[in-house]
T-cell receptor, first 114, second 114 residues
């Protein structure tokens, strides 16, 4: 599969623990996005990278969330001191320079905070 | 910011009938409107998109129409098949502003009854 890859697929954690997710975008894609999706809702924008630069963050994004894309390739999303409200599907997407608005999504990481 | 409303939330049609899903957006500056299909447990996938300089676009059995004045756009699926059963999301963004941050609707669960 040469699409966007996300790991792990599922993560169960206890409240207060830290978790980290990884996203490997399609290799030629320079833009990378993180979205969050809860049951019955559409994906909600979290943050966006162009190459290694984090250019935009949602105002709704708690300071417990941090994302990196150190070499402009893969990205990590870390959630510190998880809360039950963080339970959701975390989706990564990437896009090609010439068609930046056409997002290719990964299969997501399903986070359950107990 | 942009707000996207999507209706209906659920839609059941007989195989072979047509299905129509409608979305409205709030930001008159938005100029790019994609539709994503998400099958159960799978990633969202782009199925069709339209830009604000076009009123209608077709791709085989699917079409999208846009009314900029009324700020609404619709997805039309003709000759529906069981494999069309999925959740469909509309989205809107201002393309070319450097971000391509999509604002999604809450989704429509389409069930095609054989």
């Amino acid at each position: 599969d040469t699409g966007v890859s996300q790991n792990p697929r599922h993560k169960i954690t206890k409240r207060g623990q830290n978790v980290t997710f990884r996203c490997d975008p399609i290799s030629e894609h320079n833009r990378l996005y993180w979205y969050r999706q809860t049951l019955g809702q559409g994906p909600e924008f979290l943050t966006y990278f162009q190459n290694e630069a984090q250019l935009e963050k949602s105002r709704l994004l708690s300071d417990r969330f941090s994302a990196e894309r150190p070499k402009g390739s893969f990205s990590t999303l870390e959630i510190q001191r998880t809360e039950q409200g963080d339970s959701a599907m975390y989706l990564c997407a990437s896009s090609f320079p010439g068609t930046g608005e056409k997002l290719f999504f990964g299969s997501g990481t399903q986070l359950s905070v107990l | 910011g942009e707000n996207v409303e999507q209706h209906p939330s659920t839609l059941s049609v007989q195989e072979g009938d047509s299905a129509v899903i409608k979305c409205t957006y709030s930001d008159s500056a938005s100029n790019y409107f994609p539709w994503y299909k998400q099958e159960l447990g799978k990633r969202p996938q782009l199925i069709i998109d339209i830009r604000s300089n076009v009123g209608e676009k077709k791709d085989q059995r699917i079409a999208v129409t846009l009314n900029k004045t009324a700020k609404h756009f619709s997805l039309h699926i003709t000759e529906t098949q069981p494999e069309d059963s999925a959740v469909y999301f509309c989205a809107a963004t201002l393309s070319g502003a450097g971000s391509y941050q999509l604002t999604f609707g809450k989704g429509t669960k389409l069930s095609v009854i054989p």
